[in-house]
């Protein structure tokens, strides 16, 4: 899918969000999204969930 299509239809999930759920509820969708667009992003780009992990075990020490 090309990145026109992919920012028409998270617009459009916006809007139903916005319309149907409210502000609180754009606000949520809106995150979420974001959220999921950084974590494919990093998968794409060859990250691996052992690297979360590892991450998270660092901060421990």
Do not use: N
Request: glycine share 24%.
């Amino acid at each position: 899918m090309s990145a026109p299509f992919v920012g028409m239809i998270a617009g459009m999930a916006l809007a139903f969000a916005g319309y149907f759920g409210g502000f609180g509820a754009f606000l949520l969708v809106a995150a979420l999204g974001g959220a999921g667009w950084a974590a494919g992003g990093w998968v794409g780009g060859g990250g691996r969930a052992q690297d979360v992990r590892e991450m998270f075990e660092r901060s421990r020490r």
